[in-house]
């Protein structure tokens, strides 16, 4: 599933040289999608939704992850969306301005990773990976308040650890799941709350 040497800083470098002012999600994908594995491919598909959009555009954004997850749950080699999905646009300038600003911690991030705890990020381990991809994307995809940012860091750390094959950031992924399951009820109970006292008021 790649080697531990791959680079995702260096496959998101890419992105800051394109000339086109849209980019598709096929586009991404051609970017990064190599003999890296499926790291750089969730992370470039988490992207977007890391982006600052109106309520609502983040759930179309999250639909090839809702895609792509289960094929890596699967271990396929090279990555399918359907043409509908794929052709799908994304203003470059907004993409850019993310990757600037990721690229630096990303940078930082891999200067301490190295192979390690082997068994959660192959195989099997590869394969839970990819399932929980699958429950993030969901969320995500999902109407659900304040579900955004800390599932995407989760994806992050998975993205890590699956292209540098260390299992230490795979664990982080997980534990961020369960910090996105805090948030997400805390935001769906004060979302209801708020309705309540609102409706009172009323």
């Known amino acids: 599933m790649g080697d531990a040497s791959s680079s995702l800083a260096d496959s998101l470098k890419p992105f800051l040289h394109m000339p086109q002012a849209e980019l598709s999600v096929g586009d991404l994908l051609d970017e990064v999608e190599a003999e890296d594995g499926p790291g750089p491919v969730l992370l470039a598909l988490t992207l977007p939704v890391m982006l600052p959009l109106p309520p609502g ?3 179309v954004l999250a639909l090839p992850l809702l895609l ?3 094929q890596i749950m699967l271990r396929r080699q090279e990555v399918w969306l359907p043409k509908w999905l794929s052709t799908r646009k994304i203003k470059r300038e907004k ?3 993310l990757v600037k600003r990721v ?3 990303i940078e930082r991030v891999e200067t301490c990773v190295k192979p390690r705890l082997g068994f959660l990020t ?3 381990g590869a394969s839970l990976v990819g399932l929980a991809c699958t429950l993030i ?3 995500l995809v999902l109407p659900i308040p304040f579900a955004n940012l800390v599932p995407s860091v989760a994806l992050g750390a998975f993205a890590v650890g699956l292209t540098r094959k260390d299992g230490v950031f795979v ?3 997980y534990g961020m799941i369960v910090l996105a399951v805090v948030v997400v009820i805390l935001g769906v109970n004060g979302f209801t709350l708020g ?4 409706r009172k008021l009323v």
């Open 57 to 59: 555009f983040s759930m």
């Open 137 to 139: 994307a969901l969320v």
């Open 171 to 173: 664990l982080a992924g």
């Open 95 to 97: 993409l850019e301005k």
């Open 68 to 70: 792509v997850a289960p």
């Open 122 to 124: 192959q195989g099997l």
């Open 195 to 198: 309705f309540d006292r609102l």
């Open 103 to 105: 690229l630096p911690w």
